[in-house]
């Protein structure tokens, strides 16, 4: 019996896998958060006075950020320039197509008699978000809104992203405030 106690004297707890583990964990959980920020550009969208919160979004919905300039941006890839494009739209005809290619859409059952496009006969059913900054002209959100009719693409569902507060107002108000 006294070698069973010497044993278990001797036992001692070592923490140092438990505490790899836990910043390992740490780590994937930090990385898994910024990726999937990676559709959201920095911008400050316009305020809406009745808002809809998008509590549960659709498992597959492409982002398009517009920003003051005028730009279409896609996980961070430019698609369209404004000033660089001008009145050269493919870009967003580009990045439209790439959406129907590479992402799994569901798609709209058509109703008899109902007219599609050669190309496409398919219609997604999955809403575009369109985040324009607040400052955007609008016209640069309607030309994506009509690239996103064009039978190439037959975007069907959008949705515009709104703020339930005025991000820049509140900026302001700070600044002053110091």
């Known amino acids: 019996m006294a070698n069973l106690d010497a044993v278990q004297e001797d036992a001692k707890l070592d923490m140092t896998p438990m505490i790899d583990c836990v ?4 780590i994937f ?20 006075k009745y808002v809809q919160p998008d509590d549960q979004p659709p498992d597959v919905r492409p982002i398009a950020n517009i920003n003051q300039g005028g730009d279409v941006i896609y996980k961070g890839n430019t698609y369209y320039a404004a000033a660089q494009h001008g009145e050269n739209y493919e870009g967003m005809k580009k ?3 790439e959406w129907r290619n590479t992402l799994k859409l569901t798609y709209k059952p058509l109703k008899e008699g109902q007219a599609v496009s050669a190309k496409n006969p398919n219609i997604p059913d999955d809403p575009v978000l369109v985040r324009a900054d607040k400052w955007t002209e609008w016209h640069y959100v309607g030309k994506f809104m009509t690239a996103c009719s064009q039978p190439y693409a037959q975007f069907w569902k959008l949705e515009l ?3 339930e507060i005025d991000k820049e107002d509140k900026m302001l108000k700070a600044q002053k405030a110091k």
């Open 95 to 97: 990045l439209l197509v």
């Open 23 to 26: 910043f390992l964990l740490m």
């Open 29 to 48: 959980f930090v990385l898994v958060i910024d990726l999937s920020q990676t559709d959201l550009e920095d911008l400050i969208l316009p305020k809406a």
């Open 161 to 163: 992203a709104m703020s």
